[in-house]
Every structure is written in C-alpha cells, then in structure tokens.
C-alpha cells in the first residue's frame, strides 16, 4: 500500500482529478498483485454504486439546487438580518446565522460559502470588513451547512458505515448550536476590537420579526419534517430524498412561485454536475479501499494509535488531529470515503458510540475545506472576494480556534452529540 499511497499524493500535486487520482492509485495495486482475477476493478467500481441508500445523495442534491433556486434564500437572509442584525459584528453575524439556516436546503459547505460570498461579499467591504475577515467568517460560517440535516457527509458516513443516518441526522442540532454560539461570539469579540457596528440600530417589530419568519419557516421545516418522516416510519433514507425534492418543488414553484421553467432546468443542470462527481468518486474509492482491507491497514492504524492511547477520548482527539492534518490536502468527502473503513472499527472496540464519532469525523473533515493549501471553500470565498490567502489565513485563525474547542467539548462531552438522536429515536 506504500507505493498505492505515495502515487495517490503524487497524483493530487500534479494536479490530477481527485476521482482520477483515487481510481488509479488504487489500480497500481492489482499491478503489484497479479494473482487476484483483472475484473476485480471493474466490479469494484460497479458495485461500490449499488447501495440503496446511496440512492438519496441524488436526490437530496436536487432538493437543495431546487431550494436554492426558489428564491428561499432572500426570505433566509431576511430572516438571518432581524435574528442577529443587532449583534456586535453586523453583517458577519447575519452570515452565521444565515449558513445555519441554509443548512437544511444546500448540505454543502462549499456552495454555501460561494453563495453568501456572492450575496454579502460586497456589503460587506463596504461596511469596512477586512477581505481577510470577511473571507474568514464566511467560510467558517458554512461548516454549519454540512451538520444540519440533510448534510451530505452524514449520508456518504452512514452508508459506508452502515451507521443510520437518522441518528445521524438527529445527532448535527445540538453541535450546530453550539458551532453557531461559538462563532458568534468570536464575531462578537473581534468586532468589538476592530470597531465593527451592528446591522441594525433598532430592535425589529413584531411585525417585521413575524413577516421575516413566514418567509423563511418552509426552510426551517425542512429538516424537522426529514426526521419526524425517518422516525414514524414513514420513509427510508433514500425514500425522504425523494420528498425532499418534491417539497422542494412543491415550495418553488407554490409557495414562492420562482421556480419556473428556467430555473429548474438551472437546477437540473447543476444537480447533473453535482452528482456525476460525487457519485463517480465513489464509484472508483471502491478500486483504493479493497487494497486498504486486503493489506490489513484498519488493523495496522488500529495497532499503532492504542499504542499511544487506550483512552476513548484520547483516541479520538488524535483521530480528529489526523483527519485535520489529512483535510489540508485532501476533499471532506474523499476523507469520509477513504478513512471511514479504517478509524470506524476502531472506535467501535473502544465502545464509541458511531452516531458520536460520526458528527466529530465529520466536523474534522469538513474543516479541510477552509485551511490552506488545498481548502475548497477557502479559495471559491477568496477568489470570489478577491483576498490572498496569506491574510485569509492569519484573520481567520480566531475562528478555526474557535471551531476546534467546539470540537474538544464535543469529544469530551458525547452527550451533546447523542441527546436528541436518542430521544428520537431511543438508545440503542
């Protein structure tokens, strides 16, 4: 696996595609062992995409193109503007609030960030942000995005897993909260050092607050609606995906009556894009993770971690500086796909809740996105707002510091993580 390994990371700095490059490092390793039949690969790649419950990662994309194209996310910042516009900070206040918000409709950190970098990127510097901060707090503001139901990661973890991903959903409200709270407080406590005034100078009407939250209460029950269909048994997995987009739908082009004929071809095609680099990625991870099983690799992490610590939090304190240092080169969801087989038995023998080492797995994958030298979100802000990554880097520090003691309490503390999904759906 040495020679699998080192040719994967020579692929990523050449500049392969990531799909490309996981698919034919992993190749190199039927080169190195003949014995095993040539058709392994290809049925590899085959069944890797027959997971029925890897049906949902199409859908719910389309459900989130299609929200984003009903004209949802003018209601959400409207929304965003009367809940937190008061707060030290202003308009960087209202982007966190707004990535929690969005969190049910998009489900990707990235095209969260892009969006709002888009939306409040301008307003922004007019306001007298830094680009370097701007950049900062819009990024750090959408790791929300991917922890609130419907997130990618939890589907794409559950699935390789086999953990549910009701409970996973179930398990991203209380960490969210808490992601929100922290980072709203180191806008707080960095506005107030850098003189950055509230959005609004006055407290919203009754009536201002009540027409904001008519508009944007059919996204807000978005994700409630997902669970309480997943816990009555009225859907599967895959089957609420296919909800998700008629709701969808039905919001678009009923209630907000945006979604017309252009829009949604939009959404099609956006969504076609979206899932032929997703699910293709799968598709060939199958080629990389046999040569991980067949080699042992679980056992050998397994063996060289306990060797540092035996202690649960502790192991999981090191997994989570692995997955970060990892993420800096590496996309959240080639970590989820790739590293998912490997740290999950691990954690089950230390008798880790999966639900629990789910929600932190993921937080520290998707925190790649947003460090140097290769974060995805990181650079569509930065490109978008025009900000060297040396000054991104340095003015968001609070805000990864920030993220990772969120991150800490969470590991310390697994009740956070497991108190709805277990009063959802029970213990297990």
């Not at 034919?24 to 390793?29: D, H, N, P, V």
Request: net charge neutral.
């Amino acid at each position: 696996m040495l020679v699998v390994a080192c040719a994967f990371v020579l692929f990523l700095l050449i500049g392969m595609p990531v799909a490309f490059a996981i698919g034919i490092s992993g190749a190199l390793f039927f080169l190195q062992h003949p014995e095993l039949p040539s058709t392994i690969p290809i049925q590899l790649t085959i069944t890797q995409t027959q997971n029925f419950a890897l049906l949902a990662v199409p859908l719910f994309i389309l459900a989130g193109n299609a929200m984003n194209k009903s004209g949802i996310t003018d209601q959400l910042l409207s929304l965003a503007s009367v809940l937190t516009g008061r707060l030290r900070g202003g308009l960087a206040q209202v982007s966190v609030a707004l990535a929690a918000l969005m969190g049910g409709v998009s489900g990707s950190c990235i095209a969260d960030a892009a969006m709002q970098a888009r939306m409040l990127g301008d307003a922004m510097a007019q306001r007298g942000f830094s680009k370097g901060y701007a950049a900062g707090v819009l990024s750090y503001g959408s790791l929300l995005t991917p922890i609130i139901p419907p997130g990618i990661g939890f589907i794409l973890y559950g699935s390789v897993g086999q953990v549910s991903i009701g409970r996973l959903f179930a398990a991203g409200f209380v960490p969210a909260f808490f992601l929100w709270a922290a980072l709203a407080a180191t806008i707080a406590w960095t506005a107030k050092r850098r003189g950055y005034a509230p959005e609004r100078a006055a407290r919203p009407s009754l009536g201002e607050a009540a027409v904001a939250l008519r508009g944007g209460i059919w996204a807000i029950l978005f994700p409630v609606l997902l669970l309480v269909g997943l816990r009555m048994g009225v859907f599967t997995p895959s089957e609420i995906g296919a909800f998700a987009v008629v709701y969808a739908v039905a919001i678009g082009a009923v209630v907000y009556r945006k979604l017309g004929r252009q829009s949604a071809r939009e959404a099609l095609e956006g969504s076609l894009v979206d899932v032929g680099a997703v699910m293709f990625l799968i598709a060939l991870s199958g080629i990389f993770g046999y040569g991980i099983v067949f080699e042992r690799v679980p056992e050998a992490v397994s063996g060289a971690i306990l060797g540092v610590t035996r202690s649960p939090e502790g192991v999981l304190a090191l997994i989570v500086v692995l997955v970060l240092v990892a993420g800096c080169f590496i996309d959240g969801a080639v970590l989820i796909i790739m590293l998912t087989p490997i740290f999950l038995p691990l954690v089950r023998e230390l008798n880790v809740d999966p639900v629990h080492f789910g929600l932190v797995f993921i937080i520290a994958a998707t925190i790649g996105n947003f460090t140097p030298p290769v974060g995805a979100a990181m650079y569509a802000v930065c490109s978008i707002l025009r900000c060297p990554v040396g000054a991104y880097a340095r003015e968001s520090a609070p805000f990864l510091a920030a993220v990772a003691a969120v991150t800490l309490l969470l590991i310390l503390v697994p009740e956070l993580v497991l108190f709805v999904p277990d009063l959802i759906f029970g213990k297990d």
